[in-house]
């Protein structure tokens, strides 16, 4: 769940009482569309009806999760865990940022076998929503208390620019909710079919070379849409991601819905628009519309898109939901003449796609701002803090002049605002927490989602197998040089929170048989990758057949990767590690 996780179904239930279900309205101009030839409908609702097709369309129709709040306030938190309704427990709380986590000692051989009830504990992840990555030192210091005094000083950095807590207790949420929101943060749709988090650039505002400012674009979608009746129940979930700085470091081309900032020759800066990006079990990259969106018009499009996938998308098979299904069948020209046509006011502009990204998107590193004081990204290994870290983060930055800092979507953090005089000071103290602003490329290059500790969906561990081989290759691969950053991603199951598709090393967790025995591991992908200055264009990783890693061989297996590849390499075009392993043979990538 660190990343993010995958939803879980919700099991059926007696709904709770409930608010009028959510029915789309109209659009303008809408056309009848022919209906598909097949024997099944797909729960499209513009062309099949809103009939729900199954438990969960069942349940949001009847309440989307929105008012299950004032229950947690008013019941669940005075009852305790069984007074849970089942239907609200595994369906609505998701709204509101709230998951069962995983029973402690239930293997990953079991994970598929178990119904929810049995997999789950009477403690809540809580994912708390960092719109565009941008807090305050009093925030974090909010959120490192309620870690501390709730949460048992569990903190997650998450590939999603969230912050997510363990350990929840449903009787804690008012309080928690009263902390967050006096500070204003908070958790609404943070989890389930509704719109999730916005991404944005770490460096929004401060960055020497940015093309624009996305922050007012991203309050604008925020403040008009989340918590909107008309979208809280969507097919599944809807991501989106917007940037105005040129290293594309919002990992647009795997999310829903992603502006990335171009310089348009006739009509200036704006955003080029993707959608239908996503991983999971089934990836698919996002593809561009080909059209220019001018700031004032983000929001209209954001909402135009959005209302395509609750009105078009799939909803009789939750593993076809996704937009990125609807993309597959309509391609990126039908797409573009119904959001034009039935969704916005007027159509959209042709437009350039954007170059090439010119600087890592991570921001790890010391780095001027416009303003002449400095950012300084750092990582911890794998997002890995805690609350009292947190807390004692806040109080550094404060010590130091800087108010400001930013989640990234690489688990990293990047601190705004500093003095020059006290960059190296601060990079010290940084350094001390665990928080590294020069860390090897290993160290800078790995993520992992939360793993079977706290997941209900994992089936192997990644956070402490992932820490452990950072260390140990740090060792092993001190001296050597390395041409770039290595991304390892370490996913514990099948659905990719850790985009182990778009890394040059990806791992999916699940159980392997190595020397005749069964054992926690992960299957390999290899050269996979988003847009970057190493790569003109993303794409997915190779898979190898039979190529699977124990849990606990992660060092062993990257060492010797990475050193066939410092052999093998054609340093003559400066390839880079994903480029040489698409074309080397299986048996140099074993």
């Known amino acids: 769940m660190t990343s993010d996780t995958t939803d879980t179904p919700a099991t059926p239930a007696a709904p709770a009482p409930a608010a009028t279900a959510t029915r789309p309205p109209a659009a303008e101009g809408a056309r009848a569309r022919p209906a598909r030839p097949s024997t099944k409908p797909n729960g499209q609702?513009?062309?099949?009806?809103?009939?729900?097709?199954?438990?969960?369309?069942?349940?949001?129709?009847?309440?989307?999760?929105?008012?299950?709040?004032?229950?947690?306030?008013?019941?669940?938190?005075?009852?305790?865990?069984?007074?849970?309704?089942?239907?609200?427990?595994?369906?609505?709380?998701?709204?509101?940022?709230?998951?069962?986590?995983?029973?402690?000692?239930?293997?990953?051989?079991?994970?598929a076998t178990l119904e929810p009830h049995e997999l789950e504990d009477e403690y809540f992840m809580l994912r708390v929503r960092i719109d565009g990555g941008q807090l305050t030192t009093a925030q974090l210091r909010v959120i490192g208390g309620i870690s501390t005094e709730f949460g048992r000083d569990t903190a997650d950095l998450t590939d999603r620019q969230n912050i997510q807590l363990h350990w929840i207790q449903v009787e804690a949420m008012p309080e928690i909710w009263r902390r967050l929101e006096s500070v204003g943060l908070g958790t609404t749709e943070a989890c389930g079919d509704v719109p999730r988090v916005v991404l944005g650039s770490p460096v929004a505002g401060i960055a020497a070379d940015e093309l624009i400012d996305p922050t007012a674009q991203i309050n604008e979608i925020t403040g008009r849409f989340i918590g909107d009746e008309s979208l809280a129940n969507l097919p599944r979930k809807f991501k989106s991601a917007i940037t105005g700085h040129p290293s594309q470091d919002v990992v647009h081309e795997i999310n829903d819905v992603a502006f990335v900032a171009i310089d348009h020759p006739e009509y200036g800066i704006g955003y080029d628009l993707w959608v239908g990006g996503g991983l999971s079990t089934a990836p698919r990259l996002g593809e561009r519309l080909g059209t220019f969106v001018a700031p004032d018009r983000v929001a209209e499009v954001w909402h135009g898109v959005a209302q395509?996938?609750?009105?078009?998308?799939?909803?009789?098979?939750?593993?076809?939901?996704?937009?990125?299904?609807?993309?597959?069948?309509?391609?990126?020209?039908?797409?573009?003449?119904?959001?034009?046509?039935?969704?916005?006011?007027?159509?959209?502009?042709?437009?350039?796609?954007?170059?090439?990204?010119?600087?890592?998107?991570?921001?790890?590193?010391?780095?001027?701002?416009?303003?002449?004081?400095?950012?300084?990204?750092?990582?911890?290994?794998?997002?890995?803090?805690?609350?009292?870290?947190?807390?004692?983060?806040?109080?550094?930055?404060?010590?130091?002049?800087?108010?400001?800092?930013?989640?990234?979507?690489?688990?990293?953090?990047?601190?705004l605002d500093v003095p020059e005089e006290n960059v190296e000071p601060l990079v010290a103290e940084l350094d001390r927490l665990g928080l590294s602003a020069r860390p090897s490329l290993i160290r800078r290059g790995t993520i992992a989602c939360t793993g079977i500790e706290f997941c209900k969906l994992a089936i192997v561990e990644t956070k402490g197998y992932a820490t452990q081989a950072v260390l140990d290759l740090e060792k092993r691969l001190d001296g050597l040089d390395l041409p770039h950053p290595l991304s390892l991603h370490v996913n514990g199951c099948?659905?990719?929170?850790?985009?182990?598709?778009?890394?040059?090393?990806?791992?999916?967790?699940?159980?392997?048989?190595?020397?005749?025995?069964?054992?926690?591991?992960?299957?390999?992908?290899?050269?996979?990758?988003?847009?970057?200055?190493?790569?003109?264009?993303p794409g997915l990783g190779r898979t190898v057949r039979g190529l699977k890693v124990a849990a606990d061989g992660i060092a062993d297996y990257t060492e010797r990767v990475v050193r066939r590849f410092l052999d093998d390499r054609d340093e003559s075009s400066d390839e880079t590690f994903a480029q040489w392993a698409h074309r080397a043979e299986e048996e140099a990538l074993q």
């Open 45 to 111: 609702w513009k062309i099949d009806g809103t009939a729900p097709l199954n438990g969960n369309e069942e349940w949001k129709q009847v309440d989307n999760g929105l008012s299950v709040r004032d229950r947690i306030e008013n019941i669940y938190a005075a009852g305790g865990f069984a007074s849970i309704d089942p239907t609200d427990l595994h369906g609505r709380f998701r709204v509101w940022g709230l998951y069962t986590q995983r029973k402690p000692g239930i293997d990953g051989g079991r994970t």
């Open 308 to 415: 395509i996938f609750r009105d078009y998308g799939y909803r009789r098979l939750r593993n076809k939901a996704r937009l990125k299904f609807l993309l597959a069948e309509w391609g990126p020209e039908k797409f573009r003449h119904v959001l034009e046509t039935e969704y916005l006011t007027e159509p959209l502009p042709d437009g350039p796609a954007a170059p090439k990204p010119a600087t890592p998107g991570d921001h790890v590193g010391v780095h001027r701002q416009k303003d002449g004081r400095f950012y300084i990204g750092v990582t911890p290994i794998v997002g890995r803090v805690s609350g009292p870290v947190l807390t004692e983060l806040a109080d550094v930055l404060e010590a130091h002049g800087s108010h400001r800092l930013r989640t990234t979507p690489h688990q990293k953090l990047v601190v």
């Open 494 to 537: 099948p659905n990719s929170c850790a985009r182990i598709q778009t890394a040059d090393i990806g791992l999916k967790g699940q159980l392997v048989t190595i020397d005749g025995e069964q054992v926690p591991g992960y299957q390999v992908h290899l050269g996979g990758g988003l847009a970057s200055r190493d790569r003109e264009n």
